[in-house]
């Protein structure tokens, strides 16, 4: 399948800008719903189909860097980047059979996040987006039934969050176990 | 073009019932043909359906989580669970995905053979299709018993390549983990030649069956927009007459070098649903006998460090499993395990429209519908 | 719509009905206590370690370097270290234990081990009365001897020999060269 | 005591010796020893009058009761075979002991009643399915004159009783107080009541024919008297096989709308949705477990019987069969081969094509069953009831091509009004 080029795109709309591994556009999450109606409509793209919808979560991590600190001499920078979450969509367009347009969208801060929901333009994104919600805690305005898809309705925490924590309810077992906190 | 279908208008309208009690009835986790966990609250009009809601979870494992845990060799033997049916094909995307992420090449007798096990569980998924669709109808058993015994020829083949019937766990990164005896070949080209009398056979006992095609048709019409955007894929995108196989528009592996054709259907209901499955067996059955006739020599599997470290970045790879287009999203920040490893379930995706294909049909006609979708939860909740 | 279609289908279940008192292949139905089990030389359920020769102990080839403890998904196995009288670590496991009902018999130890010590079991009759004492496979349950190996896999135990002797040959050649460069550096002295 | 019981012995032999020697109609065995025991027990007072009756009852239920074990081990051996398998081959010889075992196990599983049914109507129901089971067998000429009640109103008395099944069926479905037993109940009744105007319209063209209800009248009617009578063995075979209704025009409409019907009435395979595993787990049965749920078992098994039994009385001629007058007796009426030898043949190949129907076809929708039994079933079976009223008064010459041109023009006029606009079998899948 013959991937999309995004240059058209980044001209339409300059502040949209490639990630790191130089596949996928980090977009903005205030207009992502303009992007995707123009991607749904413009002749060049017609990706009439979002095939997947994916959370990943980004913990705030401590980076040294090279910088010249003030007498001119290279000294490790200590610079903290916030955690982030992070949701990744791949559109496909099954009329001109063209590859997939990678988009990211990052939240900022990683308690009560909220993100536009893509559900009124794309019904695939009903339950992958309840998915999300269910297991990362993002919040998505303006779908039309959010509430867990897979955990049961009184589950508090998000267990796919890198700092979740599984309570420690194993089963007994009598023998030499390596569950730490087994009753063994 | 903008096909922008919001939830609420749907193509049958909700008649508000204030004066009559409606029967609601959870169609639970524990029913004789939800193929496994899965919950539906149904509200009767007397068999009338008027809402239906989905639950789902009861089947889920984290799978996701489990694999963040593990190196990306020791989750091989978890995608077996995803949709326990078809196991190897889950290897094939999940060693396709990897492949692309670490950028390991595969040789030629890998590839075909990898060929030749996608298309025999391609079989052996639909053969179950079709057999459990026609046991929801109501047939006791016996177009299942026939699927069943077929089927048991297949999975004794599985268990002499690979050592299990159902959870292969077969496929490594660059190739496959035994090679296959030349016996192996000539008893599955065996097996290829006499597949098409079962078909023959199926044809003949349903597809002219009235009560088959008057309790199928018409039923759980699916238009080919609603489908394009609800994500639908697979068969049961290619029964509403879209013309979209990732064996032909993606091509991976050596897919290219065998002409095939893709069957698609003109309606989208339950009846297109069911004979798509049963075209593409014989579309399966020629490419098994092009690989088979022209498989190489040659090793079959190509240099992996045992312990993989792929460098950092990110890869979607996804291939045309029975169910649709199973696909695997890795990001590696360069340590032995996944940094994220996200599974697109083709099953959960095409219950997407459930609800809307249900509404306004009958209850027997929900089973139907269910059963036409082909979801395994194992794949669903994960 | 009238009927042909269903006509049809009878013929089919009739076929099957008489053609099943004609040819008995037919029939798919394998009696199972009856022996007609189609266990094929693949197949596998749970491992079991291989020793060479007579004693158990002494003959096993496993090591314990807990490779496949590392790399097993369900974290199943469970290795000690096997310490002699005066404490010095001894190159062989002290407990063994393979947890039955969690493993699952997806054969990465057999590809990790670089020993070729663990190998799969295609024996299925497994069942017993409770869940911890019965599953709980400890090294005298696991241990079987080569032969055993050679009756249920042929093959692969006849392919691991070969490997075993490769290595040992290759190991006798080192032994070789070093002795004869010692040898040979040895007179300048 | 004593004497009464050697008394009793002695007469037997007596009895025996005089009869065993010019047995002229050996089928007569039976109703000789019945009647004989009659007037013994006619000396014998109250008892005597219990027993009389009881003799006429209890092997019915028993002989009947005996061919729904037989028929359980038959169906599975039969499905199996269709399906590829053995069939229960472990308990006795090719599995022979199967519903001896099954009935053990039912009878030892516990018996649980939901905590909110309605405990009167949960036990009621499956004593309430026994009575139109068992009391339609009494109707049934099974032989020469072995009827436990020949009336002359039979016919109209069993499809009275037959109705009482709808009653207990719902009755199950609302006592045992579960959502799925509830529309298991009212899809019976919706079921059963449709399905009987075409059984009753397709019996009265026999009783039209015939002039009289009474069974046994019905089947002595389907014999060719004068050929019977002749002495040519060949002739008589013919004459007992060729007069069934089956062999005209309106018999043989008549016995596949009566066998259709009875496929629904009794809720078996293509109308098993009373009861439809895969939709509502097992409709109004879903809540009965142990003995209860044998009780419905039995009940809808002997249902079958009683339904298959009346079939082949009114159109597969009773107990008649190829049987020829024995040489040495001069009776004209006698027979060599018992009549209730060719009763029981036919049920169960009539059991038979049941079960082979069971392991092939799969199940109606609701409104498909019942658009089946209105704008199907009924307009046929009126067609066939004028075309048979017009043939009784034609010439043979006349009527048969008139019957079978009318009859196959109104099969092929109500298949097309029936073709639902949904519905065009005819698809065609293009290949991209």
Known sequence: ?184 | MNTSTGYAPRNYKIVKHKDKTLLEVAMGPHHPSTHGVFRMDVKLDGETIIDLIPYFGYLHRNHEKLAEDMTYFSTMPYTDRLDYLCSMTNNWAYALTVEKLANISVPERAEYIRVIIGELTRLVNHMLLVGFYINDLGAIGTPLLYALREREKILDLFEWASGARMMCNYLRFGGIREDVSDEWLASCNKLVDAFPYFLDEYDQLLTGNEIVISRSQGVGVLSKELAINAGITGPMLRASGVNYDLRKTDSYSIYDRFNFRVPLGQFGDCYDRFMLRLLEMRESITILKQALRDIPKGEIQSKVPPVLKPKPGEAYGRIESPKGELGFYLVSDGSVNPYRYRVRPPSLINLTLLRDLCIGHKLADTIIIFGSIDIVLGEVDR | MNGQGILKGMLVTAKNFFGSYVSRERLTTVSYPEGGNTIKEQSRNIPFLVFDGEDPVAGMRCTACQKCEKACPPQCIFIEKDKDERGKALQRPKVFDIDASVCMGCQICVEVCPFESIWMDSNFELSTFNRFEGLQFNREKLLKSNTYFHKIHPQQAQASDDRLAEKERKRLEREAARRAEKSASEPQV | MQDTLNLFVMNIGQWLSANLGTLNNPDQIIVEIARWLRTEFGNWGVVGFILANLMATVPLIAVFSGCFALTTWLERKGLGRIQNRYGPNRVGPYGLFQPMADGIKMLLKEDIVPERADKIGHFLAPVIIMIPAMTGLVFLPIGRNIIAASIDSALLFFFAIGSIVSLSVFMAGWASHNKFSLVGGMRAIAQLVSYEMPLILSAVVVVMFVGSMNTSVIVEAQQIKSWVTSDAPALQCLGQVLGWHVFQPWGLMGFLLLFVSALAEANRSPFDLPEADSEIIAGHLTEYSGFKYALFFLAEYVNTFAIIGICTTLFLGGWNGPNIRPPWSDDPQALLIPGFVWFFLKIFVLMGIMIWIRGTLPRLRIDQLMGFAWKFLLPLAIINLLVAGCFYHMEWYFGWPFSILILCKSYAIVVRLNKSKLVNSNRTYTYA
């Open chain 1, 1 to 184: 399948m013959k991937p999309f080029d995004i240059q058209p795109l980044t001209q339409r709309f300059p502040f949209v800008h490639a990630d790191a591994f130089g596949n996928a556009l980090i977009v903005p999450a205030k207009n992502l719903v303009s992007i995707v109606e123009w991607i749904q409509a413009s002749r060049l793209y017609l990706c009439d189909t979002l095939s997947n919808v994916t959370g990943v979560d980004f913990l705030p991590k401590v980076i040294e860097e090279e910088g010249k600190d003030s007498e001119g001499n290279s000294v490790k920078i200590k610079k903290n980047i916030p955690g982030y979450i992070e949701v990744v969509y791949h559109f496909y367009s099954i009329e001109l059979k063209r590859g997939p347009l990678t988009i990211k969208v990052r939240s900022n801060g990683r308690d009560n996040v909220r993100l536009p929901s893509l559900m009124p333009h794309y019904r695939s994104a009903e339950f992958q987006e309840r998915e999300i919600f269910d297991l990362y805690g993002v919040y998505f305005e303006g779908h039309y039934d959010l509430r867990r898809l897979l955990m049961w309705e009184s589950f508090e925490d998000f267990p796919m969050r890198k700092d979740y924590v599984p309570p420690n309810d194993n089963e007994y077992e009598p023998i030499a176990s390596r569950h730490s906190g087994g009753d063994a």
